[in-house]
């Protein structure tokens, strides 16, 4: 459409280059076709808005074809900057077309959705994670090796940022509450323990060992820590077991 303008207005521009040579033959007055002028500002106005709508769709439809495990996040984030400062580097007067708000509300709903993307690679995330994220969006989707960046972009997940941030802490602090729990697992299956016979009944008794007791002590005060955190929850029974 805007090249066919653009022809249009060419042969309108030829046509008043034509006049112009008329009217100096009959020294005639040539009107200024100030619309005209109008239309070619606005023109280029437009190719210029056009060629940078075009680049950043195709930079980010090729994007989207990335597995999510394999997205370079910081690489993409340095091209949207990119793409945020030549928008804004555009001649202010398109700042009122929606082309030019479209073209921002992608690169930052694309910019948002790469911040959420990133925290959904942690490595903490369980599959209850991911169901609570579900949840939060409101719809069911399958996150596996094959998945896409079209497939998270289509989840709009700029809509809930917030509540990837807020999945992923816990995530995170669930981690950090599942490491103790096996650690302390850990310690007590491969501990040994020392008896020594009673003098007098013959019967074996536990030998007083100070690392022992101390390891004890050390992991009564994690457990008892971890029940007063708030995200002990999903760990309770095994936490109320030692």
Known sequence: ALDKANEELEALEEEMLQMQESTRLFEVALPEYKQMKQCRK?????????DVIIYVRRSIDNWTKTQWRQIHVEQ???????????IWSLNKEVR????????????????????AITELQSPALRDRHWHQLMKAIGVKFL??????????????????????????????????????????SQTWATMKFSYEVHYR???????????????????????QTLLQSKYVEYFIEQVLSW
Request: proline share 1%.
């Open 42 to 50: 606005e023109i280029k106005l437009l190719k210029g808005l056009w």
């Open 76 to 86: 993409m984030d340095v091209e949207l900057r990119r793409f945020a400062k030549e």
């Open 96 to 115: 009122v077309w929606d082309a030019y708000t479209g073209l921002e509300g992608t690169v930052k709903d694309m910019t948002a959705s790469l911040r």
């Open 143 to 184: 996150i596996n090796e094959a998945t896409t960046l079209a497939d998270l972009l289509a989840l709009r997940l700029h809509r809930v940022e917030d509540d990837v941030r807020r999945i992923v802490d816990k995530a995170v602090k669930e981690l950090g509450t599942e490491k103790v729990i096996t650690e302390i």
């Open 201 to 223: 009944t013959g019967i074996p008794l536990l030998k007083s060992d100070e690392q022992l007791f101390e390891t004890l002590e050390h992991n009564q005060v994690q457990l």
